[in-house]
């Protein structure tokens, strides 16, 4: 697929908090709802962040001839992985961090840690994981939960206690309008305190372990 779209989103938003953060390494771009024409509202934001996820493997020198999947071509990657069934294809069905680490591993051979969170209120838990992440690797990470089930990235963490944030990248944006500040104004990337993710859902994570070449 070529498309030209906005890269690395959250450069400018991440000078908020100039210490105690850690951040992506490696440029990427912001995959998010219609963005290639594929009507993928309401089921697709895993897709979408995989698709992220995938830009930056191809920007980082992970299989750099390959472009990124189609949201058809992860459901047949999925299906021939004997992950989902035929009825798979051509669904509206959602995917998690599980089906994307699935797809990391068959694409670019590279290796995923998933982490398990109970419950929102526990997120800060995994601030660590997420700091060694960033710092060691650099890789976009895949956030999904049940009750919460709007998949996210996460490109960046700032450590302050129980006042903790996440910086996600929201594939759930439907428009032309793609520049940073836009984005950043509209709420599209952003600072997301750990308190104000759902307390009573879980939440997985996918962290890439891989670092940028």
Same mark, same amino acid.
């Given at each position: 697929?070529?498309? =030209?779209?906005? &890269?690395?989103?959250?450069?400018?938003?991440? =000078?908020?908090?100039? &210490?105690?953060?850690?951040?992506?390494?490696?440029?990427?771009?912001?995959?998010?709802?219609?963005?290639?024409?594929?009507?993928?509202? #309401?089921?697709?934001?895993?897709?979408?962040? %995989?698709? &992220?996820?995938?830009?930056?493997?191809?920007?980082?020198?992970?299989?750099?001839?390959?472009?990124?999947?189609?949201?058809?071509?992860?459901? =047949?990657?999925? @299906?021939? !992985?004997? +992950?989902?069934?035929?009825?798979? %294809?051509?669904?509206?069905?959602?995917?998690?961090?599980?089906? @994307?680490?699935?797809? %990391? +591993?068959?694409?670019?051979?590279?290796?995923?840690?998933?982490?398990? @969170?109970?419950?929102?209120?526990?997120?800060?838990?995994?601030?660590?994981?997420?700091?060694?992440?960033?710092? =060691?690797?650099?890789?976009?990470?895949?956030? #999904?939960?049940?009750? +919460?089930?709007?998949?996210? #990235?996460?490109?960046? @963490?700032?450590?302050?206690?129980?006042?903790?944030?996440?910086?996600?990248?929201?594939?759930?944006?439907?428009?032309?309008e793609e520049s940073k500040e836009f984005l950043h104004r509209k709420g599209w990337v952003k600072w997301q305190p750990l308190k104000d993710f759902l307390s009573t859902?879980?939440?997985? !994570?996918?962290?890439?372990?891989?670092?940028?070449?």
């Amino acid at each position: 697929m070529s498309l =030209k779209l906005v &890269t690395d989103v959250h450069t400018e938003i991440n =000078k908020t908090f100039p &210490t105690n953060s850690y951040f992506v390494c490696g440029t990427y771009e912001y995959y998010h709802y219609l963005c290639d024409g594929f009507d993928d509202r #309401g089921w697709g934001c895993g897709y979408r962040t %995989l698709q &992220t996820i995938c830009s930056w493997m191809m920007h980082n020198n992970y299989n750099n001839s390959q472009n990124v999947p189609s949201i058809t071509e992860i459901q =047949k990657i999925l @299906v021939e !992985l004997e +992950d989902k069934p035929e009825s798979f %294809l051509g669904s509206k069905q959602w995917i998690g961090s599980f089906e @994307v680490c699935l797809t %990391l +591993d068959k694409l670019y051979n590279v290796s995923s840690k998933i982490i398990h @969170v109970n419950r929102g209120d526990d997120l800060e838990n995994i601030v660590d994981n997420l700091c060694t992440h960033f710092e =060691k690797f650099g890789s976009p990470v895949m956030m #999904g939960g049940d009750l +919460d089930c709007s998949s996210k #990235g996460v490109v960046g @963490v700032h450590v302050d206690g129980v006042n903790s944030q996440l910086l996600i990248v929201d594939p759930h944006y439907v428009g032309k309008e793609e520049s940073k500040e836009f984005l950043h104004r509209k709420g599209w990337v952003k600072w997301q305190p750990l308190k104000d993710f759902l307390s009573t859902s879980f939440y997985n !994570l996918c962290l890439p372990q891989v670092k940028a070449q």
